[in-house]
């Protein structure tokens, strides 16, 4: 079974910083998808990037990056030039391809503190 | 556009009672999920729907758990009767496809149970 791990309870990043977020999966899937999600406080999570473990360039979303070692299993978050809005509770999610369902894996999540 | 609605945004209530969440999908979103986040754990896909049928139900814990979507529009996910490992977000989302394309799906702001 796909597994997500998620190992940083809790990161903390002053503003105009750069901050990483980790996250590595377990699979034996070779076609999946990951995902990192964003939940501010009592606000609906929105993606905010995404990653076709085909493509082996790292996806790019203006000031989130991610990492993404598929060797390795791991696929980290970073945030470059932090703002006060990036503090949430980040998820990172698995999607495979081939498994014949659509269902998300998640992390427990990360949350992420901006300090002014 | 509308986004996912979900309510009540929080419900207390006691174990061995009835609770109804319900999550009001974007319109014209065929595909429906139910996902749960038990506090400091991950979010977990309890269920898919297509449109009124259920497409993957794998991630249901147990009978206590129906979840209907009635004329394929609003979905509703009841718990009787209600224990305390209950407790936990609720989150909805939905999609037009069921892969989520390349937005992924949208999340509602989750409903918080809790079972005293």
């Known amino acids: 079974a796909q597994t997500v791990t998620q190992s940083q309870p809790e990161m903390s990043v002053q503003e105009a910083e750069t901050v990483t977020l980790s996250c590595t999966y377990d699979?034996?899937?070779?076609?999946?998808?990951l995902f990192w999600y964003k939940q501010p406080p009592s606000r609906q999570m929105i993606l905010v990037i995404r990653?076709?473990?085909?493509?082996?360039q790292n996806a790019t979303e203006n000031r989130f990056s991610v990492n993404f070692q598929k060797a390795a299993k791991s696929f980290s978050l970073k945030i470059s030039d932090s703002q006060l809005g990036d503090a949430a509770m980040y998820f990172c999610?698995?999607?495979?391809?081939?498994?014949?369902?659509?269902?998300?894996?998640f992390g427990t999540g990360t949350r992420l503190k901006v300090l002014a | 556009e509308a986004g996912v609605t979900q309510f009540p945004s929080h419900s207390v209530i006691e174990k061995g009672q009835t609770v109804t969440l319900r999550c009001d999908p974007i319109s014209g979103h065929d595909n429906l999920y139910w996902y749960r986040r038990v506090m400091g754990k991950e979010i977990k896909f309890l269920l898919h729907?297509?449109?009124?049928?259920?497409?993957?139900e794998s991630g249901m814990p147990n009978n206590r758990f129906l979840a209907e979507r009635t004329g394929g529009t609003y979905s509703t996910l009841k718990v009787q009767p209600a224990e305390l490992e209950d407790s936990g977000v609720y989150f909805c989302a939905s999609s037009l496809t069921p892969t989520g394309g390349l937005y992924g799906y949208t999340f509602g702001s989750g409903t918080r149970l809790t079972v005293v």
């Open positions: 999610a698995y999607r495979g391809v081939s498994s014949g369902t659509y269902k998300y894996i």
């Open positions: 729907f297509v449109k009124e049928s259920k497409q993957d």
């Open positions: 699979t034996s899937e070779s076609d999946y998808y």
């Open positions: 990653q076709e473990a085909y493509k082996q």
